[in-house]
Structures are given as structure tokens and as C-alpha cells.
């Protein structure tokens, strides 16, 4: 079966390198974009329902209060298609943002300050696997996503 018409039935497969996306488009790393956003979490305790956050969340961080002392300004790097996306594999794990900041597209060359340490563990991994174009599998439904993923 080719990987478009694996893509069309939902499948899961892509040539050497590439990023699986179930249902709407199979991409190479490099043809994916590298999202950056910020928005205020209005919970008190503002960490992702899962730890690591969904795959396509790079890497996460608090920068410090927003609105008021309650409201934590939250900032990540995610890979996705779209903005649109970016926000949806957010809301995969902070499921109350909406107060966004910004979600800027960023391009490859671009790198994190010294504000945002990316530290040992899963971030220093998903983030050095898409710098060095290695497979990450999304699992992209058409209905807004899935927290499903892979990493070969």
C-alpha cells in the first residue's frame, strides 16, 4: 500500500524520516512547522494532564505571572501543520487555554533563549529527534487530533 493511500484509510505509514499524520497529510520533518506560543493557564496548578505533554509539544515552560498571581503565562514549542493545530495539540493538555499570548511560526534556524532550558530527559530528546530530522509519529485525526505518538 503506498503511504498516501495509507494516509487515506488512516494508516500509519511514511517513508524513511518522515512524520506519520492520520487522515490528513503525510510530511517529512522538514515540512512541518515549529509553532511558538504562549498563553495564560487560568488553573492553579498549571502542568499538562500528562507527563510528557502529546508529541507534538516540544517542550514546555512558566515564564512567570499574567493576569494576576493565580494565572500562570505558560509558553511551548509544538510541531504541527498549522496554528490551528498547535493550539488543538495544546488544548490535548491544558485543556482551559484560551487566553492566548501569541503562536508564532518559527523556522528551523530559530532557537530557545537561555529564559527556557531544555535540561536533560523527554524535551532534550523530541528536540534534538526533529533537529536531526529523525521519525516522530503524530497521530492527526481530522476532528482535532489525538494525543497518540511514537517515537522510532
Not at 9 to 21: D, L, M, N, Q
Not at 118 to 135: T, Y
Request: contains cysteine.
Amino acid at each position: 500500500m503506498s503511504a498516501s493511500a495509507g494516509a487515506a484509510r488512516g494508516g500509519h505509514e511514511a517513508g524513511e524520516g518522515g512524520i506519520v499524520i492520520a487522515k490528513v497529510r503525510i510530511a517529512p520533518v522538514g515540512a512541518m512547522n515549529r509553532f511558538w506560543l504562549s498563553w495564560y493557564q487560568p488553573t492553579e496548578d498549571y502542568r499538562p494532564l500528562h507527563d510528557p505533554p502529546n508529541l507534538a509539544v516540544l517542550g514546555w515552560w512558566c515564564s512567570g505571572y499574567g493576569l494576576s498571581d493565580e494565572t500562570a503565562t505558560l509558553c511551548a514549542l509544538v510541531l504541527a501543520p498549522s496554528e490551528a493545530a498547535a493550539k488543538k495539540k495544546i488544548k490535548m493538555d491544558w485543556p482551559e487555554a484560551a487566553n492566548w499570548r501569541f503562536c508564532d511560526s518559527v523556522g528551523p534556524e530559530w532557537e530557545l533563549s537561555d529564559r527556557f532550558p531544555v535540561g536533560k530527559g523527554w524535551m532534550k530528546d523530541r528536540m534534538e529527534r526533529v533537529k536531526q530530522g529523525k521519525k516522530i509519529k503524530l497521530d492527526w485525526q481530522a476532528a482535532g487530533g489525538s494525543a497518540a505518538g511514537s517515537q522510532k
